[in-house]
């Protein structure tokens, strides 16, 4: 039920490719869904976020799309550049500001 | 805005003692801040939640008397390790809120905590 299940696990895209990660729950409280960069050895970093009321949102090259009804979203990368290479994660909010992080995703994009 | 830091950013200590993190908003208050641990290669698991003024509210699993969480003021939270092992070697990440009801949470840079 707080389970957020990411995939794939990782993924290599080419330079200018689109890198896609999924993102399922099961939970119908959860009321936020942000996405999160991570550089190895650093913190997080909020990249973008939607909330269940909204179907797309777009900042820059970063997409979400929301699917209630099938409790999935994605975030599509376009345009993906080697400096892009990081780990992502999806989030879910509930229970007033708790977190529950997807297991996240290894992205690799090559020159 | 909505920056967070962390200190140290990476410690090595001896086994049996303690280490103290902290965390600090830099451009705003920070009613909540909660913190998080991640091993390597896995996802940040959420270890508690803390409010400024009040005790710690600790996730199921996390021992509450070995991880001492304090959050004296709006722009600082700490976390001690009491009487660290190596399983506990871990990366240690804070994060804030910068307002009541608010969704967004920004995450500080992280301390690597070593146990020898």
């Known amino acids: 039920q707080q389970q957020v299940k990411q995939s794939p696990q990782s993924l290599i895209v080419q330079k200018g490719g689109i890198s896609i990660i999924n993102c399922a729950y099961e939970n119908t409280a959860f009321d936020y869904f942000p996405w999160y960069q991570q550089f190895p050895g650093k913190g997080p970093a909020l990249l973008i976020a939607i909330r269940p009321d909204v179907s797309e949102k777009k900042e820059g090259r970063f997409t979400i799309s929301f699917n209630k009804s099938a409790k999935q979203f994605s975030l599509h990368i376009m345009d993906s550049q080697p400096g892009d290479s990081a780990t992502y994660f999806c989030?879910?909010?509930?229970?007033?500001?708790?977190?529950?992080f997807g297991q996240g995703t290894e992205l690799s994009v090559k020159p | 805005g909505a920056v967070v830091s962390q200190h140290p950013s990476r410690v090595i200590c001896k086994s049996g003692t303690s280490v103290k993190i902290e965390c600090r908003s830099l451009?705003?208050?920070?009613?909540?801040m909660f913190w998080y641990r991640q091993f390597p290669k896995q996802s940040l698991m959420l270890m508690a939640t803390?409010?400024?003024?009040?005790?710690?509210?600790?996730e199921q699993g996390v021992e509450k008397d070995k991880f001492l969480i304090n959050h004296a003021s709006l722009t600082l939270s700490t976390l001690t390790v009491t009487s660290a092992h190596p399983e506990d070697s871990s990366f240690y990440i804070c994060?804030?809120?910068?307002?009541?009801?608010?969704?967004?949470?920004?995450f500080g840079p992280g301390t690597r905590l070593t146990v020898t």
């Open positions: 803390s409010n400024e003024g009040s005790k710690a509210t600790y």
């Open positions: 994060s804030a809120r910068d307002r009541q009801g608010a969704r967004e949470q920004y």
């Open positions: 451009d705003f208050q920070a009613t909540t």
């Open positions: 989030a879910a909010n509930y229970q007033g500001g708790k977190l529950i």
